[in-house]
C-alpha cells in the first residue's frame, strides 16, 4: 500500500496547510511513492492564461506497470478484477493480479501485430465485460491513447468522436446486454466508419454474444482469434510523464463535445492518492464502482485508482433494475463489498422501487458508500445512509468533473465530519476559490460564488484534443489566472462546500453531461423543425430533465408522431440518453432584439415557477410568454 495516506482529522489540517504551502514538496513525496523509469527533473511548470501546465518534467513511468508489474511479487495470487455479468444466472469472472496481467500483455501484443504503435489514438466502445478494462490498460501498455466512447452513444456521436481523434482502430464487441436487451454493437461501429472515418484501419471484436457479425476483410479482426499469435509477454512502453494517456469526450455549452487530454504521470500520481484517501482503502477491501468505464469515473474509480493500489475492483455489466431493484444489494452480498461509490440518480431510482428490496440483504461487508456525478439531494443521502449503509458506513459526496481526472472536494470516508448534500471540504492539494462575477474572491465563510481553482494539481486537463484555443476559452477566460469549473458552489459557515450546479448551458441528466446546444442541433436535424431552445427542469430521478421548446415549420396537428419524430433524431444524433423528456410546440422562442434566446424565462417555465419572470420588456415579441406559459400547462 502506498505510504500516503491521511488517517485522522488532525493529520487532514496539518498535510492541507503544507499543500499550499509548498505544492510541490508536497507532490513530490507523493509521486515518489510510484515506480518511475526515470525520475523527473522538474516537478511543475505552469501558469493558466495560455494555459500551460507540466508536471513531473522529465519523468518517464508507465501507469501499467504501477497497476500491475509493480504488484506481481506480494499480490500475483489477490484478486484484481470481479467481473458480475448482467444475468445473474451467468458465471462470473475473478482474475488475480497475475492473471490480469497477462490478459493485458497479451491485448498490448494484439494491438502492436495490428501496427497499432505509441501516440495512435485507439477508440473503445465496448460493453462492461473484462475485455474493456484490458483494452483500455493494453493502449495504457503500449503508449497508445485511449478514446473510450461510452456503448450508448449513436453511431453518428462515435464517428464524431472517432473522427476528432484521428483514431487508427476502434475496440468493440459482437453486441452487449442491458438488462433484458441485446445490442448490436459492432453493427454501430460499421454505421459510424462508415460515415467517412479514414483513419480507421483496424478494427478489433471481442466475442461476447456469439453473434455473427459482419466482418470488413483486411479490417476487422475477432480478439481471439488474434490472441493465438501472441506471447504473454509485452514489456511496458516507457511513456514521458506528460505524455498523452486518453481522450475522454465531454460536452460543453458548445454544441460539439470536446476532446479532454489527460497525460501519464499527474494522472496517475493523482488517481491512486485520491482512491486511497477519500474512500480510506483498506488492503482487503473489495470496491465496487457503478460507473460504466465510457465516464471519467470508470476509468479513475473502476480501473486506475483501484489498480494503482492493489485493490480488488469489482466491474457489473448489468444494470441496477436487472432482474429486480436488489440487483445492486444483491451482488454487495455475493462479493462482500467494502465500498460502494455509486450516482445519486442510481439511489434515487432504488429509492423508489421501495424499502423491500434492499431490506432482504445483509449488505454487511459495507463500510464506505460514496457518490457522484451531481448533487446528492438530503432525501437520497439520508436514504443511502440509512438504509444502505444502516447508519453505520459513512457517505461521501464527491465531487469533481472529467476534467479534472479525480476527485477534488470530497469528504475522507470515517475521517471528515459529514453534512448532507455537501462535498465537504477540498482534498489537500486542492486550492479551491469562490469568485463574484468580477473575478474577485469572496473570502470568509457563508458565502456562494463561481466554483474555480486557483493552483494545478496533477491530473488536471492539459487541453483538448486538436484544439487548445478551445481549451483556454472554455476553463481559463471567464476569470483570468483561474480554472473556472462551470459549477457555481456554496461555502457554508465551517467552511463546506455545496455544489450548486452548473452555471454554464449545461445539463446534468442521470449524472451524464449534456450541452443544451448539443440536443438543439440533433432536435434541428428534424426535418419538420424550425428551431428550438433546451432547458434542464428538476427531475426526480434524473435530477436535471430535457425540456424541450420547439418551433415547426408547419401547425403541429398530430403531436404524438412529431415527437416521436424529434426523439429519434435526438436518438440517432446523441443516443437514447439524451431523449427529451419533455417537448412543448411553440409559435416562437423569447427572443432579446439582437436574436439571443432569453433561457433564463424558459427554465423558469419548465420549473413550473412563473411567479417571476423577471423583466420582459426587453423582448421582440412579449406576447410570446404568455403563450408559452399556457402552452406548459398541457405538457406531458
Ligand atoms: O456539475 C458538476 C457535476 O458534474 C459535473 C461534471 O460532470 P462530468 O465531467 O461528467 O463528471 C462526472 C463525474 C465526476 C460537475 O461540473 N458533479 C459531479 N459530481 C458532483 C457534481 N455536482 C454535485 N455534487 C457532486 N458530487
Redesign the pocket.
Given at each position: 500500500m502506498m505510504n500516503f495516506r491521511i488517517s485522522s482529522p488532525e493529520q487532514y489540517e496539518v498535510t492541507y496547510r503544507r499543500s499550499v504551502e509548498d505544492p510541490e514538496g508536497f507532490w513530490d513525496q507523493i509521486a515518489k511513492e510510484y515506480h518511475w523509469f526515470e525520475p523527473w527533473h522538474k516537478t511543475l511548470e505552469w501558469e493558466f492564461y495560455t494555459p500551460s501546465v507540466k508536471w513531473f518534467i522529465g519523468g518517464k513511468t508507465n501507469i501499467t506497470y504501477n497497476c500491475l508489474d509493480r504488484h506481481l511479487k506480494k499480490r500475483g495470487n489477490k484478486l484484481a478484477l470481479i467481473w458480475e455479468p448482467n444475468d445473474p444466472k451467468e458465471k462470473f469472472v475473478r482474475l488475480t493480479y497475475r492473471e490480469l496481467y497477462e490478459r493485458v500483455n497479451q491485448y498490448a501484443n494484439v494491438l502492436k501485430r495490428n501496427g497499432i504503435k505509441k501516440g495512435d489514438r485507439v477508440a473503445i466502445y465496448m460493453p462492461m465485460i473484462p475485455e474493456l478494462a484490458i483494452a483500455v490498460l493494453a493502449c495504457a501498455r503500449i503508449g497508445a491513447v485511449h478514446s473510450v466512447v461510452f456503448a450508448g452513444f449513436s453511431a453518428v456521436s462515435l464517428a464524431d468522436r472517432i473522427k476528432d481523434a484521428g483514431a487508427v482502430a476502434v475496440l468493440t464487441s459482437d453486441g452487449l446486454n442491458r438488462g433484458a436487451k441485446q445490442i448490436p454493437v459492432k453493427r454501430v461501429v460499421d454505421e459510424a466508419i462508415a460515415m467517412g472515418c479514414d483513419t480507421v484501419k483496424r478494427v478489433i471484436v471481442t466475442e461476447r454474444l456469439g453473434w455473427a457479425v459482419n466482418m470488413v476483410e483486411g479490417r476487422d479482426v475477432w480478439l481471439h482469434e488474434e490472441l493465438q499469435h501472441v506471447g504473454k509477454e509485452c514489456p511496458p512502453e516507457p511513456m514521458d510523464s506528460e505524455d498523452m494517456l486518453f481522450i475522454l469526450y465531454?460536452s460543453g455549452s458548445t454544441g460539439k463535445p470536446k476532446g479532454v487530454v489527460h497525460t501519464v504521470g499527474g494522472y496517475m500520481v493523482y488517481a491512486g492518492y485520491t482512491f486511497l484517501n477519500a474512500f480510506q482503502y483498506e488492503e482487503s477491501d473489495v470496491f465496487w464502482c457503478t460507473a460504466d468505464v465510457g465516464?471519467?469515473?470508470g476509468h479513475t474509480y473502476l480501473i486506475y485508482g483501484p489498480l494503482l493500489n492493489g485493490a480488488t475492483t469489482l466491474m457489473f455489466e448489468g444494470v441496477p433494475t436487472y432482474p429486480d431493484a436488489g440487483r445492486f444489494w444483491q451482488v454487495i452480498d455475493k462479493y462482500g463489498v467494502n465500498i460502494f461509490y455509486t450516482a445519486p440518480t442510481a439511489i434515487r431510482s432504488l429509492m423508489a422501487a421501495g424499502l423491500d428490496h434492499v431490506l432482504s440483504y445483509s449488505l454487511d461487508s459495507l463500510r464506505v458508500l460514496g457518490?457522484?456525478?451531481?448533487?446528492?439531494n438530503e432525501e437520497a443521502w439520508n436514504w443511502y445512509h440509512i438504509h444502505v449503509g444502516k447508519e453505520r458506513c459513512p457517505v461521501i459526496?464527491?465531487?469533481?468533473?472529467?476534467?479534472t481526472g479525480g476527485i477534488m472536494i470530497s469528504a475522507l470516508a470515517g475521517i471528515s465530519k459529514l453534512k448532507p448534500a455537501h462535498?465537504g471540504q477540498p482534498l489537500p492539494g486542492i486550492q479551491p476559490v469562490l469568485l463574484d462575477a468580477d473575478g474577485r474572491e469572496i473570502e470568509g465563510n457563508d458565502v456562494e460564488g463561481y466554483l474555480c481553482i486557483k493552483h494545478p494539481w496533477p491530473s488536471m486537463l492539459r487541453t483538448t484534443f486538436g484544439d487548445h484555443e478551445r481549451c483556454r476559452q472554455t476553463y481559463f477566460s471567464a476569470f483570468k489566472g483561474y480554472y473556472f469549473?462551470?459549477?457555481g458552489a456554496r461555502r457554508d459557515e465551517n467552511g463546506l462546500y455545496r455544489?450548486i450546479?452548473?452555471v454554464d448551458d449545461?445539463i446534468?441528466v442521470s449524472?451524464?453531461?449534456f450541452g443544451t446546444a448539443e440536443i438543439e442541433n440533433a432536435i434541428n436535424l428534424c426535418k419538420k423543425v424550425v428551431e428550438s431552445a433546451v432547458v434542464g427542469y428538476p427531475h426526480e430521478i434524473k435530477g436535471q430533465g430535457i425540456y424541450a421548446f420547439v418551433v415547426t415549420a408547419e401547425p403541429v396537428t398530430n403531436p404524438d408522431l412529431v415527437e416521436a419524430e424529434i426523439i429519434e433524431s435526438v436518438v440517432a444524433a446523441i443516443g437514447k440518453i439524451a431523449r427529451p423528456d419533455k417537448i412543448q410546440f411553440v409559435s416562437g422562442l423569447p427572443k432579446t432584439r439582437s436574436g439571443k434566446i432569453m433561457r433564463r424565462i424558459l427554465r423558469k417555465v419548465a420549473e413550473g415557477d412563473i411567479s417571476n419572470l423577471g423583466d420582459t420588456t426587453t423582448l421582440l415579441d412579449p406576447a410570446v410568454v404568455d403563450e408559452i406559459i399556457e402552452g406548459a400547462k398541457t405538457v406531458k
Open positions: 465531454t465516464w471519467i469515473t457518490s457522484v456525478g451531481e448533487p446528492i459526496d464527491t465531487w469533481w468533473q472529467t476534467e462535498a469549473t462551470g459549477d455544489i450546479g452548473r449545461v446534468n449524472g451524464h453531461r
